[in-house]
């Protein structure tokens, strides 16, 4: 008997697929956005749009932010069974960014032209820009509660539901997108007014949730402003997040400044197309990617640490493979990722399409940092992933990118990512390296997480059986007194573990799916603790009571009851996690 990662591995495949249709919702929502506004308009609307990111990016700043890092911290508590406060985190998330971004709307009707003015420096492109800022900044509180909602139903056992909420939000976008922009005259109004309908839309799917039998979660006003305090943890988990955006902010206005005075407004197309190519890198990437955070605080907050490198590792195969087959589509059919986009210039068509194939080479790298900027937040080491973030965004990108483009031309924006890109991943790996070995970060490796729980004893996956569960009692039993443990205790050990493996045997799974089973034995100074998870139907052990014994043939339950010391139970994941705990008693 020995550990494997057959239940992370079903884990990951359950969540993969809503992780993945989010991003897909989301970024083909950005990328069809772009290509509508380019047909319908021209390739001047897709420079606007451009021009917009800065000042989009600061507003959704807040709702990534909050959303992702209420996420990581609802995930680790969730972990370690503190149902209350992980519910305390959701409503204080839900309260802040609802305040934030209507704050956004008062101002809306002050701030939309100077900023306009700001950031485009032609009367077209300025006539372009200003009804979609103005649309998007009155209505961004629909958008960033969106977002919220979303990361939080992901966590929440509800990952279709989370997705569900980006599908529905672009689906509509791009509906009303294609109506607005093809039988009205709304132009740029109605580019923004369709996605902020979409993202409106979307938050009606809390209603399901709401109702969900599966949410753990539960918002409380009172509770939100009792805990007010726990949003500096939220921001603290989420200042990859807020870096991320900050520095995308500072890039698009520097850059776009940049490329405009110095090669013309006609060069900003290309730069305009290889911006949106990463918006179809993300669509391959970042569902993958995001698995790591849903599951993996989850899983640091069990200590479960062979479950995290298991996790990691088979996201960055899937990615690997992502990212090779996206990079031979740039480099066999550039021509396609200029369609796509509509890009009509003929006299830069040339080299357009040299930007793409070399735009293709940053992508293994840009994952590399994804992976990077993602993981080390789950296990509460954010510092790496903002350091990686603020290199990548920002501090080398733009010096490089103006150093390489005015001394290369335009070509020199993919140059120049890709540059970024490797520095990036490499200064970051050089630097926890140093800090590593001066003892100033846990660990070897870039996982930086021990081989094990210092205070585990055994961790093995069972299949669920009638003859497992003898064996698990056996090993547990020689385990407990092979260190010293009393034979009473540890009889009680390997009773519970008899018990609740032959309860997930007999009635955890429907059907003939196969039921696998983590049990893991760990001490502290004064008790043991026994864990085990299985994915089969949700039952709780802890409200098993003696008159259901005709329903159910657990005797054995009511036993541990009366022989532990405390008996806990939590779905988390869409996984049952049983934790008793016993006294600890040595042999005399």
């Known amino acids: 008997m020995k550990r494997n990662d057959y239940l992370i591995k079903r884990k990951f495949n359950s969540y993969l697929v809503p992780g993945i249709l989010m991003v897909i919702a989301m970024q083909l929502g950005n990328i069809v956005d772009s290509i509508l506004v380019s047909m319908f308009i021209d390739i001047d609307g897709l420079t606007a749009i451009s021009l917009s990111m800065p000042a989009l990016c600061f507003m959704q700043m807040f709702g990534f932010t909050i959303g992702v890092g209420g996420a990581i911290t609802i995930s680790v508590k969730l972990g370690k069974r503190q149902i209350k406060e992980a519910s305390g985190v959701f409503s204080v998330c839900v309260i802040a960014v609802t305040a934030v971004s209507l704050l956004f709307t008062v101002l809306s009707f002050l701030i939309t032209k100077p900023l306009t003015m700001f950031l485009a420096s032609t009367p077209e492109l300025q006539t372009l820009l200003e009804p979609y800022l103005f649309i998007f900044i009155c209505f961004i509180p629909a958008l960033n509660v969106c977002l919220v909602l979303a990361n939080m139903m992901t966590v929440d056992n509800n990952p279709k539901l989370g997705a569900a909420a980006f599908v529905v939000a672009n ?271 846990p660990q070897k490796g870039f996982l930086m997480i021990p081989e094990k729980d210092r205070e585990n004893l ?70 043991l603790i026994l864990r085990m998870r299985d994915d089969g139907v949700p039952f709780d052990p802890t409200v098993y009571s003696a008159d259901e014994s005709e329903e159910y043939l657990l005797g054995g339950i009511s036993l541990i009851k009366s022989i532990a010391d405390k008996m806990t139970y939590t779905r988390v994941l869409n996984m049952n996690n049983t934790v008793i705990e016993v006294a600890f008693e040595a042999a005399k």
């Open 458 to 527: 055994m961790d093995l996956t069972v299949k669920g059986s009638d003859e497992q569960a003898v064996e698990v009692s056996k090993k547990l039993i020689e385990c407990c007194t092979g260190i010293g443990i009393s034979s009473d205790k540890a009889k009680t050990i390997g009773i519970a573990a008899e018990e609740l493996t032959t309860n997930i045997a007999h009635y955890g799974y429907k059907g003939n799916k196969p039921s696998y089973i983590d049990i893991s034995l760990s001490k502290t100074d004064d008790k």
């Open 171 to 441: 689906a509509v976008n791009l509906i009303l997108d294609y109506i607005f922009l093809a039988y009205t005259d709304m132009g740029m109004t109605g580019a923004a007014l369709s996605s902020i309908i979409g993202f409106a839309s979307g938050i009606l799917l809390v209603i399901p949730y709401a109702l969900s039998k599966k949410r753990m979660l539960s918002f409380s006003i009172r509770e939100g402003f009792r805990q007010i305090k726990t949003i500096g943890a939220v921001i603290k988990a989420g200042i990859p997040q807020a870096t991320y955006f900050i520095m995308t902010i500072l890039k698009y206005y520097i850059l776009n400044a940049f490329i405009q005075n110095t090669l013309g407004a006609d060069n900003m197309s290309i730069y305009a197309v290889c911006l949106n190519s990463v918006n179809i890198v993300r669509l391959c990437i970042e569902g993958v990617i995001g698995v790591v955070q849903t599951i993996g605080g989850v899983l640091y907050g069990e200590k479960d640490y062979y479950g995290i490198r298991r996790l990691v590792r088979r996201t960055v195969i899937f990615t690997c493979v992502a990212v090779a087959m996206l990079m031979a589509v740039f480099l066999i059919w550039p021509q396609l990722i200029l369609t796509i986009f509509s890009f009509n210039k003929p006299d830069l068509y040339d080299e357009a399409m040299l930007s793409v194939r070399l735009f293709s080479f940053s992508f293994g790298f840009y994952a590399a940092n994804r992976v990077v900027q993602v993981y080390y937040p789950t296990i509460l080491k954010a510092k790496l992933s903002t350091i990686d973030t603020m290199l990548d965004g920002f501090v080398l990108l733009v010096p490089v990118s103006m150093l390489i483009i005015g001394t290369i031309g335009v070509l020199g924006v993919s140059i120049a990512t890709i540059v970024t890109e490797a520095l990036t991943f490499t200064a970051v790996c050089v630097y926890r390296i140093i800090q590593q070995k001066r003892g100033k970060l």
